[in-house]
């Protein structure tokens, strides 16, 4: 009786042992992503020069969110009634009047607020302006962003349908069809460096296949890459190559994961071909496509290597994306106070979208 109790004292629960087991994991964690995630938060709040603070710890300055408002909003920003006087006294007027006649009646209540809204806004926002030696904003960072959001739109659907296209035509236990996915996720086992190298030859207008090509069609060569309207769908091109592999495997994994019973109720009501992909597999695969989307929005928001080796952001910055720019503040320029803002900014945006992604498909469910 003695040696039960004294067993049962020094037995731990499932819940303990599961604690137990991932304190490792969680200790590295904390230590590699916890700590330097608020240790960024915390330098983004300071002027911090990064050669100056590497000889002199006490060189760097708290400045509170001054990184983030010269970032997203200017430098010495100030406000006057008469910045533009036609457009403010207009919409001053405008607010004086809309309380007249909802004093008289004339006007119902939802009327009135609406127009007290719009006159505020039109009264207060014009009046802002950029005084001597002031800036609107980071005239990079904007551009930079749209960039990077050009470059999310055009990537994550054409990753996300062409990976679906191919696992679905895939998706068939024969020697053929194996082959065939080993050679579709070959190329997401490589670097980013091989990739570009790839591509760079591909899109060279002097030897690339491309070219080849074009001089076969008897067409113009065409330099891609320093082209102002093709550069960033060559990135596209070269980006939709690469990531294609992991898609299409997370696919075919839900793919399998639906039951062949559906399928063959399916045709005995003469539902085949595209009939059934559009009325099964796509709805059988909403939390695939969900997590899919999710995972592309995240990697491609973090796009550096493409746009820094086969571009260098060019030309004319026009496929400058953000994380190229936070590199380039933090290591070139050494003002690592606004490049950690900017990659608290970058971090915000990613959650956003992944929320929303989340959001759509519990909706959906």
């Not at 599961?18 to 200790?27: N, V, Y």
Request: hydrophobic share 55%; net charge positive.
């Amino acid at each position: 009786m003695w040696t039960k109790l004294k067993r049962r004292s020094h037995s731990i629960t499932q819940t303990q042992a599961a604690w137990l087991l991932m304190l490792p994991f969680l200790c590295v964690y904390c230590v590699f992503m916890v700590y330097p995630f608020f240790r960024g938060i915390w330098i983004s709040l300071h002027e911090w020069n990064l050669l100056a603070v590497a000889f002199n710890p006490d060189a760097k300055e708290f400045i509170g969110l001054k990184n983030y408002v010269g970032m997203l909003w200017g430098v010495n920003i100030k406000w006057s009634m008469m910045s533009h006087p036609v457009l403010q006294i207009s919409a001053l007027l405008g607010f004086i009047a809309s309380i007249y006649f909802r004093y008289l009646k004339k006007i119902n209540l939802a009327t009135t607020i609406a127009v007290l809204i719009a006159s505020l806004i039109f009264l207060v926002f014009p009046g802002f302006y950029a005084g001597e030696g002031g800036r609107w904003f980071d005239r990079r960072f904007w551009p930079t962003v749209g960039n990077t959001v050009l470059f999310v739109v055009l990537t994550v659907p054409c990753v996300t349908i062409t990976a679906l296209l191919l696992a679905a035509a895939t998706n068939r236990q024969t020697r053929a069809m194996a082959v065939l996915r080993t050679v579709f996720f070959t190329s997401s086992v490589l670097s980013v460096t091989v990739v570009t190298l790839i591509w760079l030859i591909m899109f060279s207008p002097y030897q690339g296949l491309i070219a080849n090509i074009t001089d076969l069609l008897s067409g113009t060569r065409i330099a891609w890459l320093t082209n102002v309207n093709l550069a960033m769908p060559a990135l596209v091109i070269t980006t939709v190559w690469w990531g294609l592999g992991i898609a299409m495997i997370l696919f075919l994994a839900g793919l399998q994961d639906i039951s062949a019973d559906i399928y063959e109720a399916a045709a005995l009501d003469n539902a085949k071909g595209f009939k059934q992909f559009w009325y099964i597999t796509l709805p059988n695969l909403k939390r695939t496509i969900t997590l899919v989307v999710v995972l592309q929005i995240i990697a491609h928001f973090q796009v550096f290597g493409q746009s820094h080796l086969m571009t260098g952001g060019g030309p004319i910055d026009k496929t400058q994306v953000l994380v190229r720019y936070i590199y380039q503040t933090g290591f070139r320029d050494n003002d690592l106070g606004k490049a950690s803002a900017m990659a608290v900014f970058l971090f915000v945006i990613m959650g956003a979208f992944s929320i929303l992604q989340f959001v759509m498909g519990k909706e959906k469910d």
